[in-house]
């Protein structure tokens, strides 16, 4: 089905009703699972009791929305993405306020991504209004496990595969949209602390042209073998350079990169290989309305290491939604290291920080209209 064609079956669907109506299955208290200590969460490995999943198929469209309890899933061995990978996934937080508001930052950037990603991997995306209401609708039903320790909250994983079970590589024509909820610790538990990066100079991640910008499985099992190696050497993630020449910074494992030149933020603009993060484009909109200069276009590792080394390159930092901004202290690059700002948290790191997880949770003034209220606990 050509990419016009899925988005208007998807949208007509939508705009039937259908998929709207989402069947809840009832959940007893005696099945429900014990909270876990926030202290002990750390991330990704503690699931909650429901996950909202909806089915498509070819013929008939987007179908079957149900909020069910979180299971295993059965699929046929043949199923299109185990062979060929067809999947895409998104990633985002809801957050409580101090006064007990349910919050979701920018929810619907992820919903638009997602769709662009399952575009790129030729599955049918689920209408933005139907990943909206799913996922208010799940958080909802779930909000007993939102952490309410600052610093943690509920990670949501939107996920979308093809399980049609037919070899030789072709579109899937039939696919699972499922969305599951994890409970996650303060990522800074021993406080904000820079991270060293090793500059990635053998292997890359995407090439111009690939799929790079969308979020799709392949992306990170591609990055794996060089994040292992780094992490071996003792740094924390990799600095990927661009696909064709590794000359250009890409972007972090799973953070887009902002280099500060005292006030002037440079970050490399999106060419397709890089993953368009909703924190890095938001971290722009922020800094520039603080007065900021954002620059956002292409930038030489070179320019970078000439820059810590004269230091004229005062801070980086990443951007990604597991840390929110993640301050980098220094980068390993053809055999040498080179300290940033001192391998201390900078003042403009530091001052996005605070004013981006204000908004985040509540305690600042919202003049973006970023965060969406779903409801209270
Ligand atoms: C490869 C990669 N780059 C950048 C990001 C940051 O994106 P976002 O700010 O939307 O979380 C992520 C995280 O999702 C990522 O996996």
Known sequence: MGKMAMARQAATVARSGEILHITIEPLESRDMKPLTDPAQLGFGRIFTDRMFTMRYSKGSGWGDARIERYRSFSFDPAACVFHY??????????????????????????????IRSAERMCLPPAPEEVFLKALEKLVLL??????????????????????????????????????????????????????????????????????????????????????????????????????????????VGSMNIVFCFGKKLVTPALNGSILPGITRASVLELARRLGYEAEERRIAIDEVIAGAADGSLTEAFGTGTAAVISPVGSLFYKGKNYTIGGDKVGPVTQELFDRLTAIQYGRAKDEFGWVREIGRV
Do not use: C
């Open 142 to 251: 779930e909000k007993r496990w939102i952490p309410r320790v600052p610093g943690t909250s509920l990670y949501i994983r939107p996920t979308l595969i093809g399980t049609q079970g037919v070899l030789g590589v072709h579109p899937s024509e039939e696919a699972l949209f499922y969305i599951i909820l994890s409970p996650s610790g303060a990522y800074f538990k021993g406080g904000f602390m820079p991270v060293s990066l090793l500059v990635e100079d053998t292997y890359v991640r995407a090439v111009p042209g690939g799929v790079g910008e969308a979020k799709t499985g392949g992306n990170y099992a591609a990055s794996l073998l060089a994040g292992e190696r780094a992490q071996e050497k003792g740094f924390s993630q990799v600095l990927w350079l661009d696909g064709r020449e590794r000359k250009y910074v890409e972007e």
């Open 85 to 114: 990978g067809q999947e895409v996934f998104e990633g985002l937080k809801a957050y409580v306020s101090e006064d007990g508001r349910i919050l979701m930052f920018r929810p619907e950037q992820n919903a638009r991504r997602m």
